[in-house]
């Protein structure tokens, strides 16, 4: 099933690399002239990007509205706050190149900045490593920037089951598509990547967590988050999932990845 998924998804990956090739001019909503909106900087981080050291970028909004969400200043245009200048990150960057390994640029949703493109490739002539953190709704320009060799990491948000999906993230109605896209993208294998599910008792059964394991079946890794209630969430009201269970569901998880294991318990 594996290697009919791999063409499939190769196939899907050329088309798309094609077109963006041939017609980049904005195709997916990028302007090489427009700026990245960066609401934080954390200058150091040990834990954001799998062995390296590095600081973490936070791009500003987000298409999703899920109720666990840690980061509602950057998701609620209510909630936002200044901008940081593009450049003052830039001018960060360039006076730690050589001490930082690496660059995560997280959020909100990272792939909805218009700047992106041209942002990634600052970075790279840099000469840092860049680890993207998403929530897999484009799968267009996650490919396009995969293949330009603008990304060497990808951590995306798995938020559910795909029945549940809509409920989960906070988008009624919701397609899928794109994210069931996203996943086949990273699954080809052409980039270290991860899938991450933070668990919430409200939204995530055990049999939830197993359909998970069902429909990404032989993905690289896969990790379970305790939720944490931050103080900045979406909703309120919402909790953990007890310890035991997760140490279960990681237990029953385990035939389906190549490594899997909880986070933040
Ligand atoms: S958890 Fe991620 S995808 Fe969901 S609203 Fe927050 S930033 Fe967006």
Same mark, same amino acid.
């Given at each position: ?90 001018? $960060? ?8 390994? #690496?660059?995560? !640029?997280? +959020? ?5 900045? @218009? &700047? ?86 409200? $939204? ?8 998970? #394991?069902?429909? !990404?079946? +032989? ?5 379970? @988050? &305790? ?39």
């Amino acid at each position: 099933m594996l290697r009919a998924l791999d063409f499939k998804v190769k196939i899907l990956y050329v088309v798309l690399a094609t077109i963006e090739t041939t017609t980049y001019t904005g195709k997916f909503g990028e302007k090489e002239d427009a700026s990245m909106k960066i609401a934080g900087l954390q200058k150091l981080t040990l834990l954001d990007y799998p062995g390296k050291v590095a600081c973490t970028v936070f791009a500003s909004g987000c298409n999703f509205r899920c109720p666990f969400c840690h980061n509602a200043a950057l998701v609620l245009p209510e909630r936002k706050q200044a901008d940081i200048p593009e450049s003052d990150v830039i001018a $960060f960057l360039r006076k730690r190149a050589g001490l930082l390994e #690496g660059v995560c !640029l997280s +959020g909100g949703e990272p792939l909805l900045q @218009q &700047g992106i493109r041209a942002f990634l490739r600052r970075i790279k002539e840099l000469g840092y490593f860049v680890k993207l953190d998403t929530n897999g709704s484009r799968p267009e320009l996650l490919g396009c920037l995969m293949e330009e060799g603008l990304l060497d990491y990808v951590a995306m948000d798995i938020k559910n089951t795909p029945s549940k999906y809509a409920l989960t993230a906070g988008v009624p109605g919701m397609d899928t598509a794109p994210v069931i896209q996203s996943a086949e993208l990273l699954m080809c294998g052409r980039i270290p990547y991860e899938f991450r599910t933070t668990v919430v008792r409200e $939204f995530h059964t055990r049999d939830d967590l197993v359909d998970i #394991g069902r429909w !990404l079946k +032989g993905a690289q890794r896969y990790f379970l @988050q &305790g939720f944490v209630d931050s103080g900045d969430l979406i909703a309120s009201g919402l909790h953990p999932a007890e310890p035991e269970e997760l140490a279960r569901a990681i237990q029953l998880l385990k035939p389906f990845f190549n490594e899997t294991a909880l986070r933040g318990v």
